[in-house]
């Protein structure tokens, strides 16, 4: 008796084993595939990287300081209206389009049989 209940439980061991093996191999072979499809992104070196400046910064340097040129400021706002456009994530919805229901007179007089029979359900 205390013999076959050992050999149940390293069978119970063993099968549990291989089922927590398998787990790690495919998260392996998950992970291996997702590394390999992925794209990769270029290396930026260090003298390509480009600094951010404070946004006042950026607008001081680059606005015009006459008046003659008004369509430059101009030209300045819109690509920086379209820049922040650009930016800003739009808001996207998961909820399906409901199409309003269609349904037949059959399907309303079955309705109307089943609330009105005595026993619930199919008859």
């Known amino acids: 008796m205390l013999e076959t209940l050992?050999?149940?439980?390293?069978?119970?061991?063993?099968?549990?084993?291989?089922?927590?093996?398998?787990?790690?191999?495919?998260?392996?072979?998950?992970?291996l595939l997702v590394f390999l499809t992925n794209p990769?992104?270029?290396k930026v070196d260090k003298t390509e990287e480009i600094?951010?400046?404070?946004?006042e910064?950026?607008?001081l340097e680059l606005a015009p300081t006459s008046?003659?040129?008004?369509?430059?400021?101009?030209?300045?706002a819109a690509a920086m209206a379209v820049a922040f456009a650009?930016?800003?994530?739009r808001p996207q919805s998961m909820a399906p389009i409901s199409q309003p229901e269609q349904s037949s007179s059959w399907l309303g007089v079955g309705?109307?049989?089943?609330?009105?029979?005595r026993n619930r359900g199919r008859n």
């Open 51 to 55: 600094t951010a400046l404070e946004p």
């Open 40 to 42: 990769r992104e270029k």
């Open 111 to 117: 309705r109307a049989q089943q609330l009105l029979s």
């Open 6 to 31: 050992r050999q149940g439980l390293i069978i119970t061991g063993i099968g549990m084993g291989l089922v927590f093996l398998m787990i790690f191999a495919l998260w392996g072979i998950m992970a």
């Open 67 to 76: 008046i003659d040129d008004e369509d430059e400021l101009k030209r300045l």
């Open 57 to 59: 910064q950026t607008i």
């Open 86 to 89: 650009i930016k800003r994530p």
